[in-house]
């Protein structure tokens, strides 16, 4: 089977690569130049553990192309999956240029049949839309040329993005045709042989599957650090409270972690861009509207709680900051807690010395010289009168406290993941998440 991939980001270059590992021959295709001439040569442009591997050993398997003019290879294809960005726009919904762009780019070239696919997380309704604009570039064309359109959202995490794709809990596929069908169940054998769900539904049911899917979790998020933030008010301790409900075996322990807010290229512009659906017909969504609400709240506590110890008198102050990127196991900076608190610490006057396994070339693209990058954590710390926990890297797991606690001007660690615990911490202050300071 023949493939091409739209768009080489982590959504494209992992389900391009993951595709070839699967059998498939796949092409990669990106506007992006520089990128691909890269790609070629096996230089991977994110983080993403494992990816390296799968991308050379497939490139050499010749399973594995990468082109920048999709025209190249649109008539030896079966299937086009589109997975460019959908940034958000300034009032919150989808950006879907690159999307259109991509349709339109397939209709001035297609000359047989083929299945456009959008991976990319779009509105409910905009496969609809990726069909007129192929059948109007084809019209302009005077060709009647046959062609299907599907959905098939992707759900993987960035870090665990391989695992994710090849064994995943499901994978959504919106048809609304036989044909297509067909193909998608003929792509999609080796994960349906190794018995992991495919389940088949309506395009609009697809779409939407991806932003409830997104909506849900950020929910859970937002609800979990609103919960913590009243803990704090009244004497009681998040962790105890989500061992308490996540035994509920119709609530479940995952993703019940208090912290300081979601970040990401998903959850905040998929929570924002579903409101902004339902505004568009006419209906407010309440509780999505409160969560996105929580989360730009929550994205303060840690600044909050910093100067709240040091009564406001914080300028000057030097400060460190443990993890940059939204999560561990990626390099992605996208709307992720350490830059809102980074942003605030600034404009307070601190000079902020940051420090992140993988995310350190990132963040010398974002932030410039605004801020000192250390070359690991306890060069970090060095003369710091705080320092803030904000990605869970393993490898802030265990720090030797004595020679941190040697290094800092003083010690005051601000945890905004609750990994660390007070008694672990005899010199240090701490302060965390849902958990009134008692030291
Ligand atoms: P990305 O920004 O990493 O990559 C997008 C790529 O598309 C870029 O390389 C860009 O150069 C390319 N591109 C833009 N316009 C193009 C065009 N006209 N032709 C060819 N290439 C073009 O984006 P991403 O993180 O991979 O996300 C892609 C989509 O998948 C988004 O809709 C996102 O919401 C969704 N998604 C992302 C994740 C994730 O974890 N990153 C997970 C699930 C779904």
Same mark, same amino acid.
């Not at 980001?9 to 391009?16: A, C, D, P, R, T």
């Not at 994960?191 to 929910?219: C, G, H, P, Q, W």
């Not at 406290?401 to 660390?420: A, H, M, Q, S, T």
């Given at each position: 089977?023949?493939?091409?991939?739209?768009?080489?980001? !982590?959504?494209?270059?992992?389900?391009?690569?993951? #595709?070839?590992?699967?059998?498939?021959? $796949?092409?990669?295709?990106?506007?992006?130049?520089?990128?691909?001439?890269?790609? &070629? +040569?096996?230089? /991977?442009?994110?983080?993403?553990?494992?990816?390296?591997?799968? /991308?050379?050993?497939? *490139?050499?398997?010749?399973?594995?192309? #990468?082109?920048?003019?999709?025209? +190249?290879?649109?008539?030896?294809?079966?299937?086009?999956?589109?997975?460019?960005?959908?940034?958000?726009? &300034?009032?919150?919904?989808?950006?879907?240029?690159?999307?259109?762009?991509?349709?339109?780019?397939?209709?001035?070239?297609?000359?047989?049949? $083929?299945?456009?696919?959008?991976?990319?997380?779009?509105?409910?309704?905009?496969?609809?839309?990726? %069909?007129?604009?192929?059948?109007?570039?084809?019209?302009?064309?005077?060709?009647?040329?046959?062609? @299907?359109?599907?959905?098939?959202?992707?759900?993987?995490?960035?870090?665990?993005?391989?695992?994710?794709?090849? &064994?995943?809990?499901? $994978?959504?596929?919106?048809? @609304?045709?036989?044909?297509?069908?067909?193909?998608?169940?003929?792509? !999609?054998?080796?994960?349906?042989?190794?018995?992991?769900?495919?389940?088949?539904?309506?395009?609009?049911?697809?779409?939407?599957?991806?932003?409830?899917?997104? =909506?849900?979790?950020?929910?859970? *998020?937002?609800?979990?650090?609103? /919960? =913590?933030?009243?803990?704090?008010?009244?004497?009681?301790?998040?962790?105890?409270?989500?061992?308490?409900?996540?035994?509920?075996?119709?609530?479940?322990?995952?993703?019940?972690?208090?912290?300081?807010?979601?970040?990401?290229?998903?959850?905040? &512009?998929?929570?924002?861009?579903?409101?902004?659906?339902?505004?568009?017909?006419?209906?407010?969504?309440?509780?999505?509207?409160?969560?996105?609400?929580?989360?730009?709240?929550?994205?303060?506590?840690?600044? +909050? %709680?910093?100067?709240?110890?040091? %009564?406001?008198?914080?300028?000057?102050?030097?400060?460190?900051?443990?993890?940059?990127?939204?999560?561990?196991?990626?390099?992605?900076?996208?709307?992720?807690?350490?830059?809102?608190?980074?942003?605030?610490?600034?404009?307070?006057?601190?000079?902020?010395?940051?420090?992140?396994?993988?995310?350190?070339?990132?963040?010398?693209?974002?932030?410039?010289?605004?801020?000192?990058?250390?070359?690991?954590?306890?060069?970090?710390?060095?003369?710091?009168?705080?320092?803030?926990?904000?990605?869970?890297?393993?490898?802030?797991?265990?720090?030797?406290?004595? *020679?941190?606690?040697?290094?800092?001007?003083?010690?005051?660690?601000?945890?905004?993941?609750?990994?660390?615990?007070?008694? @672990?911490?005899?010199? /240090?202050?701490?302060?965390?998440?849902?958990?009134?300071?008692?030291?």
């Amino acid at each position: 089977m023949k493939i091409a991939v739209v768009g080489s980001g !982590y959504v494209g270059l992992v389900s391009g690569a993951c #595709f070839a590992e699967l059998g498939v021959d $796949v092409t990669c295709v990106d506007v992006d130049r520089a990128k691909i001439e890269g790609l &070629k +040569e096996g230089v /991977i442009p994110i983080y993403e553990p494992n990816l390296d591997v799968l /991308i050379t050993k497939n *490139i050499r398997s010749g399973r594995l192309k #990468f082109t920048t003019d999709i025209a +190249e290879c649109l008539d030896d294809v079966e299937i086009v999956f589109n997975a460019v960005g959908t940034p958000p726009k &300034k009032d919150g919904s989808a950006d879907l240029s690159y999307v259109y762009q991509v349709a339109r780019a397939i209709g001035s070239s297609l000359n047989r049949y $083929v299945l456009v696919v959008t991976k990319s997380t779009v509105p409910v309704g905009t496969a609809a839309k990726i %069909k007129e604009i192929i059948a109007g570039e084809l019209a302009e064309r005077g060709l009647d040329i046959e062609f @299907d359109v599907a959905s098939n959202p992707e759900f993987l995490k960035e870090g665990d993005a391989i695992d994710d794709f090849m &064994k995943p809990d499901r $994978v959504v596929v919106g048809v @609304d045709s036989d044909r297509a069908t067909e193909l998608m169940t003929k792509l !999609y054998k080796p994960i349906l042989l190794s018995n992991f769900r495919v389940i088949f539904m309506d395009i609009l049911s697809a779409e939407m599957t991806k932003y409830a899917a997104n =909506a849900m979790l950020a929910t859970r *998020i937002s609800f979990m650090n609103d /919960i =913590a933030n009243l803990c704090e008010l009244v004497g009681a301790d998040v962790a105890m409270v989500r061992r308490g409900i996540g035994s509920d075996s119709r609530i479940g322990n995952k993703f019940l972690y208090a912290g300081c807010g979601y970040g990401g290229s998903c959850f905040p &512009k998929d929570v924002r861009a579903l409101a902004q659906t339902a505004g568009q017909y006419g209906y407010s969504m309440s509780v999505i509207e409160a969560v996105n609400m929580v989360n730009e709240r929550q994205k303060n506590v840690l600044f +909050e %709680k910093f100067s709240d110890h040091y %009564k406001g008198e914080i300028q000057g102050r030097k400060v460190a900051v443990w993890g940059l990127s939204f999560k561990p196991g990626t390099d992605d900076m996208r709307e992720a807690p350490s830059l809102t608190l980074i942003e605030s610490l600034l404009e307070a006057g601190c000079s902020v010395r940051v420090y992140d396994p993988v995310a350190m070339k990132e963040a010398e693209r974002i932030l410039g010289n605004r801020v000192d990058y250390a070359d690991d954590i306890y060069d970090c710390v060095l003369d710091a009168d705080a320092i803030f926990h904000v990605t869970e890297w393993k490898e802030f797991r265990f720090p030797n406290w004595e *020679i941190i606690k040697k290094v800092v001007n003083i010690p005051l660690l601000i945890d905004g993941r609750n990994v660390y615990s007070s008694q @672990d911490l005899v010199g /240090i202050k701490y302060l965390c998440i849902g958990k009134r300071d008692e030291q």
